[in-house]
């Protein structure tokens, strides 16, 4: 079979967060570096590192089958100086291995992970405003991704199963793997972790959300934070748009700050948060709004730059879910992009911004422990999980699934992957959105 109709088969998506189906990604032409994205510059999420570090084989397999599968030139794995212990595995198995693959290392700086960075650090090539690595012959995947693509390639196996760091304010952080649809809160009671006056993560601190106990881990879940209620890195996700319009009029100072730091304003791009604050606040009907869409809500702007604890990314975010909805999408003339020459010394330190954000505290590393304990009573498997279309159930109510077996499938003709079960046991529930298995295992059944 072709590796893209395996990957789709498979249900390999972008595991890092973006959910974007791998298969799509893939093109055989032009293709100068396949880039593995190891820079995990979320703070107090472990999940790439420990991977790298306990898996090279498979990522490094994964990463050379994408390779050679598209051509590309060179096959770099991008990862901070700093990750002693996964630079150590990589090297390792590169050298018993053979495998023709370039290790980058990054200083510790965020967001290295953004990708238009990681390409920038790597290949020393500026992706276009509103364009994809691949603009510049670059194709990148996440170390988790790689590592399915290794277990689709090479053993056949569906994704099934999700890498998490559970951290923040609890006793132990811990990376494990755990069944996808697996719900949160039986998760972290599992663990032992109290969570009722607490309020959870998904993602990391900068980028991730705040999610309710009774979602379902899934494809892209990037890990579960837990913090109190009262937490700055939490009140920092709760805004209200009418509270900050209204503090983009009256407080924003233009100090540029959030400009002057922003990491795509730095690659050169035309994104000036300061300028969206001051049209947004004053509601100014300008074109220059649009230089919205460029915003990569890495969050930066609110969490470290801003002196007036103002959020020009939740601006920005709200200005391209307007842009989108009206199908306007952003364009430019320019076809040369040059980094700014200050950007080298305003890259900003990941040990300055969790300080910033108040979770030095909870920086304890998350060892990676074999997560095949884990067995949820129950899973909730999402029919949309990646972007593009939803799967359609091929399953019913009240049959018998095996772990791997497929459940829900993408039509031919649209982008997206299809679904898998992550556990024996018989369908409960299914509908448009969801398929509920019930395990064989009904220990839990009272719960
Ligand atoms: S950093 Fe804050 S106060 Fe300064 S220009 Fe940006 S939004 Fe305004
Ligand atoms: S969130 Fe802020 S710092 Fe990050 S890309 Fe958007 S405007 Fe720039």
């Not at 132990?172 to 809160?185: A, C, D, M, S, Y």
């Not at 499938?409 to 898998?420: I, M, S």
Request: glycine share 10%; net charge neutral; proline share 6%.
């Amino acid at each position: 079979m072709d590796i893209r109709e395996l990957l789709r088969d498979k249900g390999i998506v972008g595991a890092g967060g973006g959910g974007f189906p791998t298969y799509a990604k893939l093109q055989q032409q032009g293709i100068d570096y396949y880039i593995a994205n190891g820079a995990e510059c979320e703070p107090l999420l472990d999940v790439s590192k420990e991977i790298m570090a306990r898996f090279p084989d498979k990522v490094l397999k994964g990463l050379n089958h994408l390779k050679e599968y598209t051509g590309a030139k060179k096959a770099v794995v991008a990862l901070k100086r700093k990750y002693k212990n996964a630079i150590k595995s990589l090297k390792e198995y590169r050298e018993s291995s053979k495998l023709d693959v370039e290790l980058f290392e990054m200083e510790d700086f965020f967001p290295a992970g953004d990708e238009h960075v990681t390409v920038y650090e790597v290949t020393g090539r500026v992706v276009p405003e509103g364009g994809i690595p691949l603009a510049v012959g670059a194709i990148v995947n996440n170390i988790e991704t790689l590592y399915n693509v290794c277990l689709a390639i090479e053993e056949g196996l569906p994704v099934t199963d999700k890498f998490i760091t559970v951290g923040g304010d609890v006793p132990n952080p811990i990376t494990l793997r755990v069944p996808v649809g697996t719900q949160i809160g039986w998760l972290l009671s599992f663990l032992g972790i109290d969570y009722k006056d607490k309020v959870i993560i998904d993602g990391g601190p900068m980028m991730g959300n705040i999610v309710s106990p009774d979602s379902p881990i899934t494809k892209v879940t990037g890990g579960l934070l837990v913090f109190p209620k009262n937490h700055h890195a939490v009140r920092q996700k709760e805004y209200d748009l009418d509270y900050i319009l209204k503090m983009a009029s009256i407080a924003c100072i233009q100090c540029l700050y959030c400009t002057l730091q922003c990491p795509r304003y730095l690659l050169g791009h035309d994104l000036q948060p300061n300028k969206t604050m001051q049209i947004a606040g004053f509601r100014l009907s300008t074109g220059h709004i649009k230089q919205a869409f460029l915003c990569c809500e890495c969050g930066l702007c609110e969490a470290y730059s801003c002196p007036q604890q103002l959020s020009p990314r939740y601006v920005n975010s709200i200005i391209k879910k307007e842009m989108a909805k009206a199908g306007l999408r952003y364009s430019t003339e320019r076809t040369e992009f040059l980094p700014r020459e200050a950007r080298d010394w305003r890259k900003v330190p990941t040990g300055r911004l969790k300080a910033r954000l108040k979770i030095t505290e909870y920086d304890k590393h998350g060892f990676l422990v074999d997560g095949s304990f884990v067995e949820p009573p129950e899973v909730t498997i999402r029919t949309k999980q990646h972007a593009g279309a939803p799967a359609v159930p091929i399953v019913a109510e009240g049959e018998k699934v095996r772990k791997g077996q497929l459940i829900g499938r993408v039509p031919e003709d649209k982008l997206g992957c299809h679904v898998h079960a992550s556990i024996d046991g018989t369908v409960v529930k299914c509908d448009n959105d969801k398929i509920v298995i019930r395990g064989v295992d009904d220990r839990w059944k009272e719960q």
